[in-house]
Nanobody, 123 residues
Framework: QVQLVESGGGLAQPGGSLRLSCEVS????????MAWYRQVPGKQREFVAI?????????TESVKGRFTISKDGDHFKPTVVLQMNSLKPEDTAVYYC???????????????WGKGTLVTVSS
């Protein structure tokens, strides 16, 4: 199976920065996309940012210009990074990593989620 392990969450002051990382536990056959979502208790999980395997990125409107999604390392066993700058209290949430891809050539397309990392923005 595939595990996604997020790290980098914590407490930041308004205007500060945090860098979230998501390590993929094993090499995948192919990856369609890598993304970050977030969830506030009592609310639905919402999309934050996505990095398509071919390169294009997309962001939810509220984080454009402040957050950057990227990947490091092996293309088939990447570390997915979310650089968060100019943080606001409304960015407080549990952040989840998501990878959409194939474990093997015949596994079929699958969707993987991490367990989340808490980001708190407060003075």
């Amino acid at each position: 199976q595939v595990q996604l392990v997020e790290s980098g969450g914590g407490l930041a002051q308004p205007g500060g920065s945090l860098r979230l990382s998501c390590e993929v536990s094993r090499r995948l056959f192919s990856i369609a996309s890598m993304a970050w979502y977030r969830q506030v208790p009592g609310k639905q999980r919402e999309f934050v940012a996505i990095l398509d395997a071919l390169g294009p990125t997309n962001y939810t409107e509220s984080v454009k210009g402040r957050f950057t999604i990227s990947k490091d390392g092996d293309h088939f066993k990447p570390t997915v990074v979310l650089q968060m700058n100019s943080l606001k209290p409304e960015d407080t949430a549990v952040y989840y990593c998501n990878v959409d891809g194939w474990i093997t050539e015949v596994s079929g397309r699958m969707n993987f989620w991490g367990k989340g990392t808490l980001v708190t923005v407060s003075s």
